[in-house]
């Protein structure tokens, strides 16, 4: 058995950032054709991230999408970067986070939240002011 220094308690979500065109409604005069410029591709990145509320501590890393391979680097990166803790880590039930073959590095638990409560993760707060 190992014996850490600290158990930690992490929030853990992933959301997805992407440049794009709005588009909407516009007044013009009767007649006049609106021009609209359009971009019809978009640029995405996926951005993984951990906050711990007690200490105000986070841990962000840039992926090109979501999925159980991209979650599992995030948590081996995780890991490294804090080897001498436990770390227990509340994560929501998306399909990345139960994959079968998903390998969890030894000092860390997934501690899975209830289902359709995004509520309960204070690192849905950072989304909502990094995308504002």
């Given at each position: 058995?190992?014996?850490y220094?600290?158990?930690?308690?992490?929030?853990?979500?992933?959301?997805r950032?992407?440049l794009?065109?709005?588009?909407?409604?516009?007044?013009?005069?009767?007649?006049?054709?609106?021009?609209?410029?359009?971009?019809?591709?978009?640029?995405?990145?996926?951005?993984?991230?951990?906050?711990?509320?007690m200490?105000?501590?986070?841990?962000?890393?840039?992926?090109?999408?979501?999925?159980s391979?991209?979650?599992?680097?995030?948590?081996?990166?995780?890991?490294?970067?804090?080897?001498?803790?436990?770390?227990?880590m509340?994560?929501?039930?998306?399909?990345?986070?139960?994959?079968?073959?998903?390998?969890?590095?030894?000092?860390?638990?997934?501690?899975?939240?209830?289902?359709?409560s995004?509520?309960?993760?204070?690192?849905?707060?950072?989304?909502e002011?990094?995308?504002?």
């Amino acid at each position: 058995m190992v014996d850490y220094e600290w158990v930690r308690y992490w929030y853990q979500d992933e959301s997805r950032f992407r440049l794009h065109t709005e588009t909407g409604r516009v007044l013009i005069a009767p007649g006049v054709k609106p021009v609209g410029e359009v971009q019809w591709s978009f640029q995405a990145l996926w951005l993984y991230g951990a906050v711990e509320p007690m200490t105000g501590e986070s841990c962000f890393w840039e992926f090109s999408h979501l999925d159980s391979r991209c979650f599992e680097k995030y948590l081996e990166q995780f890991a490294a970067a804090y080897p001498r803790d436990l770390h227990v880590m509340q994560v929501d039930g998306a399909g990345a986070h139960r994959a079968g073959a998903l390998q969890v590095p030894e000092n860390v638990i997934l501690l899975f939240q209830p289902a359709y409560s995004p509520q309960v993760n204070p690192i849905e707060r950072c989304w909502e002011w990094l995308k504002s």
